[in-house]
């Protein structure tokens, strides 16, 4: 009686599992194909007719943008201009001395040289030429004299000519007018050399009053420029000969900052360019690119780069030989920000990042970094507007098939 209960509860517990784990298996035992037939119909046609999709990657769309360069350079300050003022003529210096460090303004009198004889000279001079100009009248007289006296012998050689012609006149006498129209042209020649003689003279009298001129002018030695005495000037009663120092003077407004750059930056700089310039002291100022070498230093190989900077008030006061940093910019590139997980090197070593191109396939394209920041790198070599592969550009070559989800800029 209890084995009936327990074979039952045995084929429930079969046809349960059949029916629920093993149903498809019924189905075919009962007669009934077409459904998995038509299931596996529909998974091959499925297979045949889905299309093939390419390698999944993450791009990126860039645009081109414009960035600075900066070009850093160190160097040093220098003043714009320094001239040491010497002597021109020999004298006894008879103005007071000045303090270096005093400031002068162009025109100043530095030192003032005693004139000695040189005023007697001045006037000689003066008096000379004044005498050639009260001669030259007389002498414009004589060439008129000479040429009224040349004039009357022509005419009479010329009526004595027709009388000797009609029988008039003897051959002495034409030969003896021929003779003073010969004298008197000669004495016009010599009356026309003396007024030639008497311009020259006027010509050496106003020379020689210029030189005496000239000479008085020396003695006063002038700032050719507004600056700063850097030596004394020369003392009360010190005898200057030609040559020598009557004071230096140097300028610092505007002031120089003077750096080399290497051949490898050197033609990112040109004249005009912005600069920013720090002292090592602290002090920062702003300046221009004026000068940019085009010959190498021989042992340094580097071009020397001229700045000019100008101290306006509250800027720091700048010295000669203060070392400075120098940072140039102005000078635009257009580049790519890329994140710097996106570079990548192909098989020869070169640096570059994959892009997708227009049919949707990989490819390679060198670039070249220029700078670096907290947002990327940025790099050169690309077009201006390029789709570049960020994610998953380590898993695929030239020519493979993609399909691009595109990334938001600044992601």
């Known amino acids: 009686m209890r084995l009936f209960p327990i074979i039952t509860a045995i084929l429930v517990v079969a046809g349960l599992f059949m029916l629920v784990f093993q149903r498809d298996t019924l189905e075919t035992a009962a007669g009934s194909p077409e459904a998995p037939a038509a299931v596996q119909t529909q998974a091959f046609d499925d297979t045949e007719e889905a299309p093939s999709k390419g390698v999944s ?72 030429l004044a005498e050639a100009k009260a001669r030259a009248p007389e002498a414009e007289a004589r060439v008129i004299e000479a040429q009224a006296r040349l004039d009357e012998a022509t005419f009479n050689l010329t009526a004595a000519t027709k009388l000797s012609a009609g029988g008039f006149a003897s051959d002495t006498r034409v030969a003896n007018t021929k003779a003073s129209v010969e004298t008197a042209r000669a004495g016009f020649i010599a009356a026309q050399s003396g007024a030639a003689s008497s311009g020259a003279m006027i010509q050496s009298a106003e020379a020689a009053v210029a030189a005496a001129e000239r000479e008085i002018e020396r003695l006063d030695i002038r700032a050719p420029f507004p600056g700063t ?35 490898l930056q050197v033609d990112q700089l040109r004249t005009g360019l912005a600069a920013n310039v720090r002292l090592a002291s602290g002090g920062a100022l702003t300046g221009v690119v004026t000068f940019v070498a085009d010959t ?96 998953g550009h380590h898993y695929v070559t030239d020519g493979v098939a993609v399909e691009p989800t595109y990334q938001e800029p600044g992601i």
């Open 229 to 263: 005495l850097e030596t004394d000037s020369a003392d009360i009663g010190t005898l200057l000969q030609p040559g020598a120092v009557c004071a230096t003077l140097v300028q610092y407004d505007p002031a120089r900052v003077v750096g080399n750059v290497s051949e």
């Open 57 to 128: 990657v993450v791009a990126l769309r860039s645009v081109a943008r414009e960035i600075e360069m900066p070009v850093l350079l160190r160097g040093r300050t220098e003043a714009n201009r320094r001239v040491e003022l010497r002597a021109e003529t020999t004298g006894q210096v008879i103005s007071t001395k000045i303090a270096k460090g005093s400031p002068v303004e162009a025109g100043d009198v530095l030192c003032r040289l005693d004139a000695g004889t040189r005023e007697a000279s001045l006037a000689e001079a003066t008096a000379r």
């Open 296 to 391: 190498a230093d021989p042992v340094t190989r580097t071009f020397r780069v001229d700045v000019e900077v100008t101290q306006d008030q509250g800027a720091p006061v700048v010295r000669a030989g203060q070392t400075a940093e120098v940072v140039i910019t102005g000078n635009g590139l257009p580049a790519h920000l890329l994140p710097q997980s996106a570079l990548t090197l192909d098989d020869n070593g070169r640096l570059g990042v994959r892009i997708v191109t227009k049919d949707k396939l990989t490819g390679f394209a060198p670039v070249s970094m220029v700078r670096d920041s907290v947002d990327g790198v940025w790099v050169t070599g690309l077009a201006d507007t390029a789709d570049v592969i960020v994610i």
